[in-house]
Structures are given as C-alpha cells and as structure tokens.
C-alpha cells in the first residue's frame, strides 16, 4: 500500500496509499481508528484520490469505498464510493462531514476492490480529520 514510485506520484511529500493497480481479482484496505472530542462543534475528513484504470466505458468494475465503522468493525456509514468510471488525470480532492461521531471514537476505514480483468489504482494521499 505505501508507495513511492514515480509511475503514481503522490499528491506531496515523497509517500502515497496505492491501492490495487494489480489486474486480478484483489482487495487493499487501510484503517485508522480515531476519537473525535466531544467539545468539537464539527469534524472533517478531507483527502486527495487519483484514480487511474485500464477499464473503458461507465461500468463500475472496480470501486473504492471510504466508511465510517464502530470498535466492534460494524459500518456505521459509507461516505463515499468511486469507480474506475470517476477516473481522472491527478488528483481530485475530497471532503467529508463527520459531525455525526462527535464524542465517538470510530475507524475510518478505505477499502479497494478490484475485479479479475483491466487495471484500475486508487492512490490516496494527504488524508486529514480536522477538527473545530
């Protein structure tokens, strides 16, 4: 998953998340279990995405999901899902509301799955919870 290959440059820095880029049938995840305060008036996921793929046309083949789980790993929420069909040249910056887990200590998990045929990367970067 960590990468610093100048075939999927990271967003800054020397360092990226690649996730699958492999052609065959797999699955990267990445997690991070983090405690939002409850003094917080609101809490932000941002990060970067580049997706690159070898697919064509809009069928979804390949996706990457990015969830909101519980200590016990159960989903609580899904706040975003790509595709092979949202790839783009460089990054694409995202952000998310997690004003909802306010006092809560949850993992943020990302997920890649890849189908058995065509290539498709997810490479993550700069991912931050900002918190006010």
């Known amino acids: 998953l960590l990468n610093s290959s100048s075939s999927e440059p990271a967003h800054s820095g020397s360092w990226d998340g690649w996730f699958d880029g492999y052609g065959s049938s797999h699955t990267d995840t990445a997690s991070q279990s983090v405690t939002i305060p409850a003094t917080c008036t609101s809490a932000t996921l941002s990060f970067f995405l580049h997706i690159d793929t070898a697919e064509t046309g809009s069928t979804a083949y390949d996706k990457f999901t990015v ?13 975003a899902t790509f595709s092979n069909a949202n790839a783009a040249s460089g990054y694409t910056a995202h952000s998310y509301s997690l004003a909802g887990y306010i ?18 990367s997810f490479v993550l970067d700069d991912n931050a919870l900002t918190v006010s």
């Open 67 to 79: 969830q909101v789980l519980n200590s016990s790993g159960t989903v609580l929420g899904t706040l």
């Open 103 to 120: 006092g809560k200590t949850v993992t943020i998990k990302f997920t890649g799955t890849e189908d058995s045929s065509l290539q498709t």
